[in-house]
């Protein structure tokens, strides 16, 4: 399964991106969808997952403000982010589970000034 990340770019601080991910395969539609997320000099942070039947979870600093969702007649994932923050800067992976499966994108990168 490749995963495709893209929409990241630089933004003013309180302003909007969407990022999408788009998978190739047949599997899509019963994985789980995740967004991590990696500042500079940081660990890579999970940030939000999507399940099969769409329940949605949030890590606090998302809640409010970010929302996955998905389109699997797209096969394609997506994190609206709003009200952005400088904090919010690093690089969006995308990630897909499903059993034994599990891949990465290569990521995008988000760059919130202040």
């Known amino acids: 399964v490749q995963l495709v990340e893209s929409g990241g770019g630089l933004v003013q601080a309180g302003g909007s991106l969407r990022l999408s991910c788009a998978a190739s395969?047949?599997?899509?539609?019963?994985?789980?969808m995740g967004w991590y997320r990696q500042a500079p000099g940081k660990q890579r942070e999970w940030v939000a997952t999507?399940?099969?039947?769409?329940?949605?979870n949030y890590a606090d600093s998302a809640k409010g403000r970010f929302t996955i969702s998905r389109d699997n007649a797209k096969n394609t994932a997506y994190l609206q982010m709003n009200s952005l923050k400088p904090e919010d800067t690093g690089v969006y992976y995308c990630r897909l589970g499903v059993a034994a499966i599990i891949s990465w994108g290569q990521g995008t990168q988000v760059t919130v000034s202040s």
């Open positions: 395969g047949s599997i899509f539609s019963i994985s789980v």
């Open positions: 999507i399940t099969s039947g769409n329940s949605t």
